[in-house]
């Protein structure tokens, strides 16, 4: 299987915990930053590995296919084997806007 991860993905997952890190500025560590970016970044991998295909729950993603870890929710798309990641919102912001 091959994986893409598009620009807007991985802007989501890194703006996430820099946000987190500005917020929690005393008690949230950059080393701690970076492994939960990381994590974030090896649940991809599991995208139709360990992680189920699933229809969106939100209509911004119509068109796409949804995966989730109980930490982030992923859409993508599926051509031949290769996986492209166009869009990621972690589960506490996973709403309609």
Same mark, same amino acid.
């Given at each position: 299987?091959?994986? %893409? ?5 991985? *802007? ?7 946000? %987190? ?13 970076? *492994? ?12 139709? *590995? ?34 492209? %990641? %166009?869009?990621?919102?972690?589960? *506490? ?5």
């Amino acid at each position: 299987m091959k994986y %893409v991860i598009r620009k807007r993905c991985a *802007q989501k997952v890194t703006e996430f915990y820099r946000n %987190v890190s500005k917020k929690y500025k005393n008690t949230y560590s950059q080393e701690l930053m970076e *492994q939960n970016v990381k994590d974030a970044y090896d649940s991809i991998f599991m995208i139709e *590995q360990s992680l189920l295909r699933r229809e969106p729950t939100i209509s911004r993603w119509k068109g796409y296919y949804m995966a989730n870890t109980e930490k982030w929710y992923f859409a993508y798309t599926l051509i031949d084997n290769t996986v492209t %990641v %166009v869009d990621a919102c972690h589960a *506490q912001n996973m709403h309609e806007e």
